[in-house]
C-alpha cells in the first residue's frame, strides 16, 4: 500500500500541529465567554446598587394602615366586583326565565301546532278500545 | 336560539311551513312535540294526542331527543287513510336523519311523508 501524503505515523511530524491549534482556540473562546459573564455579573450589580437606596427624605410619611380597611380593599373589592359580573351574566337569563342551574340546560318542551297545556294538564292516555293508530321507534 | 330552545328561529319557521304543506295536502291536522316525555313514550304521546282539539283527525309526531324516541299517533278519521305500516315507513325516514343529529330534517321528512300517505287516493271518475 502507498500512502498518499506524509504518514502521520512516523516519528517527528509536525501534522499534529494543527489539533493542538483548534484545542487552543476553543479554550481561548471559552475563556472570553466565561470572563464577560463575570463582567456582566458585576456589572449588573454595581448598575443595580441604587436600587437599594434608602427612602428619600422629602417623601411623605406612610401612616399606619388599618387591617380592617386592608382586607375590606383587598378581598371586598374583588367580591364586589364578583358579584356585579355574576349579575350582570344572569341577569338576561333570569329575566328571560331560563333555568341557569348547572346541568339544567336540557332541551325545553316545544309543541308546534298543539295547545298551550302543561303536562298536568293534559288529557287522559289511550286506553284499550282507542281507534287510534301510529307507531313507535327508537333511534 | 334560547338556552334549552331545539330551534332557531329559521328552523321553527320551516317546520311550521312543513306542517302547513301537509295539512294541505293531507286535509289532516299535524301537531308535533318535541321535549321530554313524561313517564311512558307510547302513553304520553296518546296523552298529547287526546288534548289535541280534533284528535280523531290528527297526526302528533312526539320526538324525546334525550330518550331517542319517537312516537306517531294516528286519530281514527286519519287511519283510514294512513295505515300503521306507512306510519312506520316514515318513522325509518326520521330515524335515519335523528341518527345523523339532523333533528329538523327529520321531522321535515317525516311530516310530509305521513302527508303524504295520509292524503286521500285520488278517486278516477269514469264517465258512464
Same mark, same amino acid.
Given at each position: 500500500?502507498?500512502?498518499?501524503? /506524509?504518514? /502521520?505515523?512516523?516519528?517527528?511530524?509536525?501534522? *499534529?500541529?494543527? =489539533?493542538?491549534?483548534?484545542?487552543?482556540?476553543?479554550? /481561548? /473562546?471559552?475563556? *472570553?465567554?466565561?470572563?464577560?459573564?463575570?463582567?456582566?455579573?458585576? #456589572?449588573?450589580?454595581?448598575?443595580?446598587?441604587?436600587?437599594? #437606596? =434608602?427612602?428619600?427624605?422629602?417623601?411623605?410619611?406612610?401612616?399606619? *394602615?388599618?387591617?380592617?380597611?386592608?382586607?375590606?380593599?383587598?378581598?371586598?373589592?374583588?367580591?364586589?366586583?364578583?358579584?356585579?359580573?355574576?349579575?350582570?351574566?344572569?341577569?338576561?337569563?333570569? *329575566?328571560?326565565?331560563?333555568?341557569?342551574?348547572?346541568?339544567?340546560?336540557?332541551?325545553?318542551?316545544?309543541?308546534?301546532?298543539?295547545?298551550?297545556?302543561?303536562?298536568?294538564?293534559?288529557?287522559?292516555?289511550?286506553?284499550?278500545?282507542?281507534?287510534?293508530?301510529? #307507531?313507535?321507534?327508537?333511534? | 336560539?334560547?338556552?334549552? @330552545?331545539?330551534? &332557531?328561529?329559521?328552523?321553527?319557521? %320551516?317546520?311550521?311551513?312543513?306542517?302547513?304543506?301537509?295539512?294541505?295536502?293531507?286535509?289532516?291536522?299535524?301537531?308535533?312535540?318535541?321535549?321530554?316525555?313524561?313517564?311512558?313514550?307510547?302513553?304520553?304521546? $296518546?296523552?298529547?294526542?287526546? &288534548?289535541?282539539? %280534533?284528535? %280523531?283527525? &290528527?297526526?302528533?309526531?312526539?320526538?324525546?331527543?334525550?330518550?331517542?324516541?319517537?312516537?306517531?299517533? !294516528?286519530?281514527?278519521?286519519?287511519?283510514? $287513510?294512513? &295505515?300503521?305500516?306507512?306510519?312506520?315507513?316514515?318513522?325509518?325516514?326520521?330515524? !335515519?336523519?335523528?341518527?345523523?343529529?339532523?333533528?329538523?330534517?327529520?321531522?321535515?321528512?317525516?311530516?310530509?311523508?305521513? %302527508?303524504?300517505?295520509?292524503?286521500?287516493?285520488? !278517486?278516477?271518475?269514469?264517465? @258512464?
Amino acid at each position: 500500500m502507498k500512502w498518499v501524503g /506524509r504518514n /502521520r505515523s512516523e516519528p517527528g511530524n509536525t501534522d *499534529i500541529l494543527p =489539533d493542538v491549534t483548534t484545542t487552543l482556540t476553543s479554550l /481561548r /473562546r471559552l475563556l *472570553i465567554v466565561v470572563v464577560s459573564c463575570l463582567w456582566l455579573g458585576v #456589572a449588573s450589580l454595581v448598575l443595580a446598587a441604587p436600587a437599594s #437606596a =434608602d427612602v428619600p427624605e422629602y417623601w411623605p410619611e406612610a401612616g399606619e *394602615i388599618d387591617k380592617l380597611e386592608a382586607i375590606l380593599l383587598l378581598g371586598g373589592v374583588p367580591l364586589l366586583l364578583m358579584v356585579v359580573i355574576s349579575f350582570l351574566v344572569y341577569a338576561p337569563s333570569i *329575566i328571560r326565565g331560563e333555568r341557569i342551574a348547572p346541568g339544567h340546560a336540557g332541551t325545553e318542551n316545544q309543541w308546534l301546532g298543539g295547545p298551550r297545556k302543561s303536562a298536568g294538564e293534559l288529557a287522559a292516555p289511550d286506553t284499550e278500545d282507542s281507534q287510534a293508530g301510529g #307507531a313507535s321507534g327508537r333511534w | 336560539m334560547a338556552a334549552g @330552545d331545539p330551534f &332557531s328561529g329559521a328552523e321553527r319557521a %320551516a317546520l311550521d311551513a312543513a306542517i302547513r304543506k301537509a295539512e294541505q295536502l293531507s286535509r289532516a291536522e299535524f301537531s308535533v312535540f318535541v321535549g321530554k316525555a313524561e313517564g311512558e313514550p307510547r302513553e304520553f304521546a $296518546t296523552r298529547l294526542h287526546n &288534548s289535541l282539539v %280534533a284528535p %280523531a283527525r &290528527s297526526i302528533l309526531v312526539m320526538v324525546d331527543p334525550a330518550a331517542r324516541a319517537i312516537e306517531v299517533v !294516528t286519530g281514527a278519521y286519519v287511519r283510514r $287513510t294512513l &295505515s300503521d305500516s306507512e306510519v312506520e315507513l316514515a318513522i325509518i325516514a326520521m330515524q !335515519t336523519a335523528f341518527a345523523e343529529a339532523d333533528l329538523v330534517d327529520g321531522l321535515r321528512r317525516g311530516i310530509a311523508m305521513l %302527508a303524504d300517505h295520509a292524503r286521500s287516493p285520488q !278517486t278516477l271518475h269514469a264517465h @258512464d
